[in-house]
């Protein structure tokens, strides 16, 4: 069993930067495949970013080149780290782990992911 708790996030201005960070308890986080997703009001929960524990990383097109997801094994940490933020960037983030034996697997489907953390929110304004 794995808990991710979730820290980071808040207000800030368009331009601006954020980073999310979600740790985990357990001691075979370095096997897990990890991924952030969003959920907007009214809007369905969207992959932001994943990545396998071999280092592998998928961005959506909305944040290539703005996010960068990262992670580091011996905290059991992953990260968000989110640069020139938009107001459409608002929403409630949440981080996903699901343990797999591949590390050059990550996940963009919120259905394959086993473990959530508690979201976030992040507000952008204009």
């Known amino acids: 069993q794995v808990q991710l708790v979730q820290s980071g996030g808040g207000l800030v201005q368009a331009g601006g930067s954020l980073r999310l960070s979600c740790a985990a308890s357990?001691?075979?986080?370095?096997?897990?495949?990890m991924g952030w997703f969003r959920q907007a009001p009214g809007k369905e929960r969207d992959v932001v970013a994943a990545i396998g524990w071999s280092g592998g990383t998928y961005y959506a097109d909305s944040v290539k080149g703005r996010f960068t997801i990262s992670r580091d094994n011996a905290k059991t940490t992953v990260y968000l780290q989110m640069n020139s933020l938009k107001p459409e960037d608002t929403a409630v983030y949440y981080c996903?782990?699901?343990?797999?034996?591949?590390?050059?697997?990550?996940?963009?489907?919120?259905?394959?992911?086993?473990?959530w953390g508690q979201g976030t929110q992040v507000t952008v304004s204009s």
């Open positions: 996903a782990g699901k343990l797999v034996y591949d590390g050059a697997y990550y996940y963009t489907r919120d259905t394959a992911y086993d473990y």
């Open positions: 357990g001691r075979t986080f370095s096997k897990y495949a």
